[in-house]
């Protein structure tokens, strides 16, 4: 309640990818069992009047190294685990397709006016590779959530990179650029 007196009118939410469980590899010390908090959440906004923006914010693999990427790796931040693996960025689409479906089926599309397919991937991160995921996962919230739904990616922590007409001519798509990590 605090937070909508504030003035504000939408939160984001970082989402596991094994909120759901069942996509977790056996390697994977993750626990499941999140998703009832989240549509609990989401409900308690609904309530007051705030719209949800969650965002992916791990991946399998981890998409860049950092402690919230759900994989603190050892030796430095990286997205190589992430973008060099075509089975963790195939398990990252399968994710997206899974949680936007869920909140879909669960009724809450409505509350959920925004989606993130996948938090700060990291500067190395293949950009071609990036790029796709998302045009990728664009498509799925498009068909699980429908068209008024914001989609917003992360920009590897290079704004610059980005800002040359990427998904010009979509709609309701946001550049979400994070200046602590950038080149």
């Not at 959440?41 to 402690?67: K, M, Y």
């Not at 195939?90 to 599309?109: C, F, K, N, Y």
């Not at 991937?121 to 293949?126: I, K, L, N």
């Not at 008024?148 to 290079?158: A, H």
Request: proline share 4%; charged share 25%.
């Amino acid at each position: 309640v605090k937070v909508k007196a504030s003035g504000a009118t939408h939160v984001r939410v970082p989402l596991s990818h094994w909120i759901l469980g069942g996509n977790v590899g056996d390697d994977e010390p993750y626990v499941d069992g999140g998703w009832p908090y989240f549509v609990r959440l989401v409900t308690w906004c609904e309530r007051i009047g705030l719209e949800v923006w969650p965002d992916v914010h791990t991946a399998p693999g981890s998409q860049n190294g950092f402690d919230n990427s759900g994989r603190l790796l050892e030796g430095g931040n990286t997205c190589r685990y992430w973008s060099g693996s075509d089975e963790n960025v195939r398990r990252s689409v399968d994710i997206v397709r899974e949680i936007t479906g869920r909140i879909r089926e669960d009724g809450l599309a409505h509350v959920v006016t925004g989606f993130g397919p996948l938090n700060e991937p990291f500067v190395d991160c293949d950009r071609r590779k990036v790029k796709e995921f998302y045009y990728e996962c664009l498509e799925i919230v498009r068909e699980n959530l429908g068209n008024s739904t914001t989609v917003y990616v992360g920009d590897m922590f290079n704004a610059s990179q980005w800002n040359n007409g990427f998904w010009e001519n979509e709609t309701n798509t946001l550049l979400d650029s994070h200046y602590y990590h950038g080149e």
